[in-house]
């Protein structure tokens, strides 16, 4: 339909109901009240406020206080390294009260802090070093060319040679005034590019202004190359311009971004993972270099520094030479501190140097400057830039000046002042000293021209002002080179920040990096296709994809009111970019279309369907339709009549197309089983191929490279009919698929949700499940599933080689069938793992998903999942070198670490027998062949069962066990609490016990929102039995089922006792159904007829089996069954009996328990002997399998859990708005228009939203029942306020209701009408207020110029997806319209 058509029909398709009367105008509004998905987030905006305020001030701290520190120390330890320096020491002692006395530095004190420096100049090079080779063992990165290898190493050799000669030379013969003043001149080549090559890339156009300032930056720099040589007599300082320059050229690629002439330079040194590769070798290089320099400059002879290494590191002589005014030298040594003054010779003495001193200052400047670095990165990974990171920095030079200058003038005001801080025999070179001295220094050296240098800086680096990174991006995303220089800590971390994010279109795609091509062609393509690349095509597309079944209503409200509130998020966005951001959307902007695919969504049976190309709906999509309406009401509090659906027929059924309030749309594909085949695979492969395939592939108009940026940013979001979540959780997972470009896919932290016991057992399952192995998994690997209740998958990701196209595959055996249909999302993410894409775990994003709430349905719930999650993990680990070498997230490591996982989830059950025979024993004080035994005939009988009986009977018989062994956990319970206080907190079991329940509790306050389910850790317990041991073998027993094992209930349909042959028993067909009786007919493109007809022909066709095939299937799976079951049991039962024989012997295989011995003493009376021993506790085989394997695992785990949650927190303060300090004061323009951009969604949400019900309309005078003025004993009054429900009624019922169906018509009556718009609360600012009417004011004249209104949107401006879309096909009924969701962009 055209949007013309759309937008009118949207109005006029409301039927104007007739008044209800008054007995039944009672009304049931929904409460305002938070819960489920919403209450997790309501919960959390405080706190995280709060957090991020108390973020922004440590970050602030951190940084600016490590960079000063690291640079003083630098300073500190270079003037240290001048031996011709001589440094006066405190003289203020009883016999010493006149006089001088100098310290010169000795030989063994030089070389300590030579290497000093070395050690702190190869600190970051060590890191990168250690990154470089993790990443290139267990990562597959592309080796460098000879290009890219030669130009790294040949500019990161000249900054070291630079970094060099500053350290060894100029730095030492400068006072620390002038050496620190020196930090803001190392910028002159990136002054020098950032004028030439035009990338000042903040500004919008490059005015005289930006020229003439860029001019003056650079000359400004320059000029430290002529002042000071000038004034000096020095030779180091003389050369003083060959330092800076070489240091500055470490950055010159970051500043050379779009210069068209090294564009294709650039291109192979920017690829930052390939140069990994060259740093392996690079890192020790350059600390070579640099070592050499510093030995040969220091000009100590060489083999000296290495002979000498050891004694220049311990306590040394210092010679002292008193100049004049000794009267006695013997109590020089009655000294305040540790060193202590000897007569030597006349006149000269000796001190003894501190060991410690050079250790301190190098582990302070090393310590300082990765603080500032570590903390500078996490300050620009969670977007608080400005104030966190590029302030403190820009501060950080004139605060290392003045500290600097301030310390060396107390010291030389006053050679005691720092008498506790420092020795006495080192110092910072002060400039002058007193300050009339420096006063006419500073003029002499022309110090007042270092202002000029700093402002230089500033201006050289102000993209650090104008950050351009998405929210938590890896580090490659925001520095070009990996680490930092730790001497120029500070400098390094502004000059390495990137200008352009790497994904910019000086980049190629990341497919043709891979090819090598002609460098002119190669550049002249590259920019052929950055023009081709249109804004548009970066614009995040979600798709949701829905598969349903067999649902609730209550389970259907509960979706629908999730896409009900993304549906109001993207209108939001899309007013506020419309109206209020001048066509520019915000950067959580996406365009949204939803995609419902609803499994046997018709009545076939030939009792009820008359006609089969009509079939009747049956009950589960009637809900769907019914509740609609409904899901609207319990999310906006008023009653919303969405129009009726757009009826189609489609090949493989049918189509309902609703428009939403937000005018997204919302498709409900019904398939028809008999024309295409259903379950939830096929209905992914079938959306898949549609959406991607289809509409992304087959459009003409779209160039290769087009399809490919297109693809990047289109993402599927996979749910469930159940689920419930919040836009802000969706937009989490978009976040981490802007961040990380090979990421295919990304879940949510889903939250059982239902009642009773079992589904307490999943709250606790579900939290340490993703608490400890998700999180694990994500960060030392990869997630291998993403559950397809609530994950968004990227495009590209799918369709990659041997994705979409081999997850068509028919299971053909036995093996195929468990691992590709009873875990279909399992399988999915094994084909993206096996083609190198990553599967992250988002845990700040929530769902909430309806589990099982019975023992039955769960067993059968987990008896498809066990076997297909086993059968997944033993395919990656079969083809484990595969994958490594593929998938850059997948290491050796992290496949042995899965395969102890696997090894103890086989031999799980007869681990946990061995556990309740050690349990029983140890409670109950029986012989262990008892315990044995009780524990035996359980098992045996459930095995025979699994063999010989039915499901139901299975299901009993495990019921029955479970709840015996819960009785028995309960005792075991009991028992280990009294052999705890029996036998201490250090015995083996009681160790063991306490150290798991702290981790699950430390678990439990690392997540606050969660700790809640810890108190289903009871449940949990009980029940480990039942669901390590019985589960287990029921799962592999009945592997041969392959049916889904819940929501198996019967298709609903009407009520009715009638026979079969009586006519009135048929149901309507579906395009008559009296629930879509307004609905009006359209039809699809003849493209996309034939498209769904050859994907049904190829794909999707029904299987049709003979009796012989299928019966030949259950024979393979009977008997894959029996061979699995045979090598569990056996497996198991080996174990068991292993584990059970070293048992018996355990008074002579056990370990001595070294904690918590006891001592002993005995008395022989007869022989009158005293007798001392001491008694171990013994660990027995059972226990020490248990700790070593499972212990090892949790401290794993236990360790990646904090790694992840503080990755959480990132994500959680990047994503968090903090706005609670608004100036009311004079705002600049810009500011203003920034806050104003800043909270334009939230205005628009505010605008659109329909009023509650009983709430008062715009055009209806405030009047508020409970602010009734009551006068003193008016009753009656009194009486009327309490019953203003009855006045609400009347008033309700009387006057005209209000539409509010169209959120986009909400939003506009609103905007431009000429009442004032309630704007409290909303943090603005005057100024931004103002701005705000301004831009309400031009909309309004624009409007005006514009009749018609804002039409019903197409989710996106691309082009038309099909050529012919504008033709008519046509039905024999006059009303039908032509349906093309071609036309209807991703």
Not at 1356 to 1369: D, S
Request: hydrophobic residues 45%.
């Amino acid at each position: 339909m055209s949007a013309d058509y759309e937008s009118d029909y949207f109005v006029r398709s409301r039927k104007v109901r007739d008044k209800p009367p008054l007995w039944d105008s009672f009304q049931d509004p929904p409460a305002k009240r938070t819960s489920g998905s919403d209450a997790y987030w309501k919960k959390l905006q405080f706190f995280l406020k709060l957090f991020k305020l108390f973020t922004y001030l440590l970050v602030f701290g951190v940084v600016l206080g490590s960079s000063v520190a690291a640079n003083l120390i630098y300073l500190y330890m270079a003037g240290n390294t001048n031996g011709d320096a001589k440094v006066r020491v405190c003289s203020k002692h009883p016999v010493l009260l006149d006089g001088q006395v100098m310290a010169v530095r000795s030989k063994l004190e030089q070389i300590a802090w030579v290497w000093a420096l070395i050690f702190a100049f190869a600190a970051p090079e060590l890191f990168t070093f250690l990154r470089a080779l993790r990443i290139t063992m267990f990562k597959r990165e592309r080796r460098p060319s000879g290009l890219e290898v030669t130009l790294v190493t040949l500019f990161e050799l000249l900054h070291v040679v630079g970094l060099a000669l500053l350290t060894f030379t100029v730095l030492p013969q400068l006072d620390v005034t002038r050496a620190a003043m020196l930090g803001c001149c190392v910028c002159f080549v990136p002054a020098l590019l950032n004028l030439l090559t035009g990338t000042r890339l903040h500004w919008k156009s490059a005015d005289m202004f930006v020229y003439g300032t860029s001019i003056l930056a650079m000359i400004s720099q320059g000029s430290v190359f002529l002042i000071w040589p000038a004034m000096s007599t020095q030779l180091e300082v003389q050369l003083l311009a060959i330092p800076l320059l070489l240091v500055s050229f470490r950055w010159w690629e970051n500043f050379a971004n779009t210069h068209e002439a090294i564009a294709y330079i650039i291109r192979n040194i920017r690829c930052t993972r390939s140069r990994y590769h060259t740093y392996l070798y690079l890192a020790p290089l350059k600390i070579a270099v640099f070592g050499l320099m510093g030995f040969l400059l220091h000009g100590e002879h060489f083999f000296d520094y290495f002979t000498l290494f050891v004694k220049a590191w311990q306590s040394h002589t210092i010679t002292l030479t008193h100049t004049d005014g000794l009267q006695d030298t013997l109590n020089l040594a009655h000294t305040t501190n540790a060193s202590f003054i000897k007569p030597a010779s006349l006149g000269q003495y000796t001190l003894q140097s501190s060991n410690r001193a050079v250790v301190y200052a190098l582990l302070l400047q090393v310590g300082a400057a990765y603080l500032c670095h570590i903390f500078g990165k996490f300050a620009c990974k969670i977007k608080i830039q400005h104030f966190s990171y590029a302030l403190p920095l820009n501060l950080a030079a004139p605060v290392t000046v003045c500290v600097a200058t301030l310390l060396a003038q107390m010291r030389a005001a006053d050679l005691c002042s720092l008498h506790g801080l420092l020795p006495d025999y080192l110092t910072l070179q002060p400039l002058a000293q007193d300050l009339g001295q420096l006063g006419a220094l500073s003029l002499e050296y022309a110090l007042w021209l270092w202002p000029l240098w700093w402002l230089a800086q500033i201006w050289t680096c102000l993209h650090i002002w104008q950050p351009r990174n998405d929210k938590n991006a890896p580090t490659e995303k925001l520095y070009v080179c990996p680490w930092y220089c730790g001497l120029l800590v500070d400098q390094c971390s502004m000059m390495n920040r990137r200008i352009l994010d790497w994904s910019d279109e000086y980049l190629a795609i990341k497919s043709d990096l891979t090819t090598p091509r002609d460098p002119v062609l190669a550049l002249a393509a590259d920019i052929n296709a950055s023009r081709d690349i249109q804004e548009q095509d970066k614009i995040p597309q979600l798709i949701v994809c829905a598969t349903m079944w067999h649902e609730t209503e209550e389970e259907m409200i509960e979706f629908l009111k999730s896409i009900v509130r993304l549906d109001e998020d993207q209108c939001a966005r899309r007013m506020a970019k419309t109206h209020l951001n001048g066509g520019k959307a915000d950067d959580e902007y996406y365009e949204l279309e939803t995609n419902i695919f609803f499994d046997d969504a018709f009545v076939l049976d030939e009792k009820h369907c008359q006609n089969k190309r009509n079939p009747p709906l049956n009950e589960y999509v009637k809900t769907l339709t019914r509740t609609i309406d409904k899901a609207a009401f319990e999310i906006y509090g008023v009653n919303i009549k969405i129009k009726p659906p757009l009826k189609i027929e489609t090949p493989y059924g049918g189509r309902l197309v609703w428009t939403l309030p937000g005018r997204t749309k919302m498709v409900a594909h019904l398939k028809n089983k008999d024309k295409i085949r259903h379950k939830k695979r096929w209905s992914q492969v079938m959306y898949m191929y549609y959406l991607l395939g289809f509409r992304i592939m087959e459009t003409e108009q779209l160039s290769a490279r087009r399809k490919a940026v297109i693809a990047e940013n289109t993402f599927l979001l996979a749910l469930d009919g159940d689920i419930d979540f919040q836009p802000r959780a969706v937009q989490l997972l978009i976040d981490r698929m802007k961040a990380i470009d090979e990421l295919g896919a990304a879940c949510g932290r889903i939250h059982p949700v239902g009642r009773g016991p079992m589904v307490w057992y999943q709250k606790f399952e579900y939290a340490i499940g993703h608490w400890l192995q998700k999180a694990t998994e994500h960060v030392i690997g990869c997630v291998l599933c993403s559950p397809g209740c609530f994950s968004l998958f990227r495009a590209s990701a799918l369709m990659e080689n041997s994705v979409m196209k081999r997850y068509t595959l028919v299971s053909s055996e036995a093996m195929k069938m468990v691992q590709y249909d009873q875990g279909e999302d399992r399988w999915l993410c094994t084909l993206l793992l096996k083609q190198g894409s990553r599967v992250e775990y988002c845990a700040a994003s929530d769902a909430f998903t309806h589990s099982p709430e019975y023992f039955n349905e769960f067993y059968n719930q987990r008896r498809r999942w066990v076997p297909s999650t086993i059968a997944n993990i033993f395919d990656i680990l079969a083809d484990a070198r595969t994958v490594v070498k593929k998938n850059n997230s997948i290491s050796t490591l992290y496949i042995m670490y899965q395969a102890m996982l696997m090894i103890g989830t086989v031999l799980g059950p007869g681990t946990i027998f061995l556990m309740m025979v050690g349990a029983l024993v140890a409670v109950f004080t029986i012989d262990i062949w008892t315990a044995f035994l009780w524990n035996f005939f359980p098992i045996i009988i459930f095995i025979l069962s699994c063999v010989y009986l039915k499901q139901k009977f299975q299901l009993l018989i495990a019921f029955v066990i479970s709840a015996l062994y819960c009785l028995v956990m309960m005792a075991v319970l009991i028992g280990i609490i009294v052999q705890m206080l029996e036998d201490g907190p250090l015995a083996p079991a009681s160790l063991f016990f306490l150290l798991v329940a702290v981790q699950i509790t430390i678990a439990g306050l690392m997540h606050p929102q969660e700790f809640w389910a810890l108190l289903c850790g009871v449940i949990y317990y009980i029940t480990i039995p039942s669901m390590y041991m019985l589960l287990m073998i029921y799962s592999v027993f009945n592997m041969n089922d392959v049916s889904w094992g819940t929501r198996e209930a019967p298709v609903l349909r009407d009520d009715g006792e009638e026979s079969p042959n009586d006519p009135d028993n048929y149901l309507p067909g579906w395009l008559s159904d009296p629930l879509l009786i307004d609905s009006e007919l359209g039809e699809i493109s003849l493209v996309e007829q034939r498209f769904w007809k050859d994907l049904i022909k190829q794909y999707l066709k029904p299987l049709e089996l003979s009796k012989e095939q299928k019966q030949t299937m259950a024979d393979d799976l009977k008997e894959l069954r029996n061979m699995i079951a045979f090598a569990f049991v056996m497996v198991n039962a080996i174990f068991v009996l292993i584990v059970f024989l070293l048992q018996l012997k355990k008074d002579y295989l056990h370990l001595k328990w070294p904690i918590d011995p006891k001592d002993f003493v005995s008395f022989d009376r007869d022989n009158l002997h005293v007798g001392i021993y001491r008694q171990y506790k013994e660990l027995d085989p059972i226990g020490l399998c248990f700790v070593i394997f499972f212990g090892f695992i949790l401290v794993i785990q236990f360790i990646a859990m904090f790694f992840h949650r503080f990755a959480t927190m990132s994500q959680l303060l990047a994503t968090t708005q903090l706005d609670w300090f608004r100036s009311n004061g004079q705002l600049s323009d810009e500011d203003a228009a920034l806050e104003l951009n800043g909270s334009a969604v939230h205005i628009a949400r505010r605008l659109q939203r329909p009023r509650r019900l009983f709430d008062d309309d715009d055009d209806v005078d405030a009047h508020h029942y409970d602010e009734l003025e009551l006068g003193p004993g008016d009753a009656h009054r009194e009486s009327l306020a309490r019953r203003q429900t009855i006045f609400r009624l009347h008033e309700t019922r009387n006057k005209q209701q209000s539409d509010y169906s169209d959120l986009v018509r909400n939003f506009e009556k609103r905007f431009f009408s000429e009442d004032e718009l309630n704007m409290k609360n909303l943090p603005l600012s005057r100024k931004s207020m103002k701005l705000f009417q301004e831009r309400r004011s031009v909309a309004k004249v624009n409007a005006a110029a514009t009749p018609g209104g804002t039409p019903t949107p197409k989710t996106g401006k691309r082009p038309p997806l099909v050529v012919n879309a504008q033709k008519k096909v046509s039905f024999s009924s006059s009303n039908t319209q032509i349906y093309n969701n071609g036309n209807t962009e991703l």
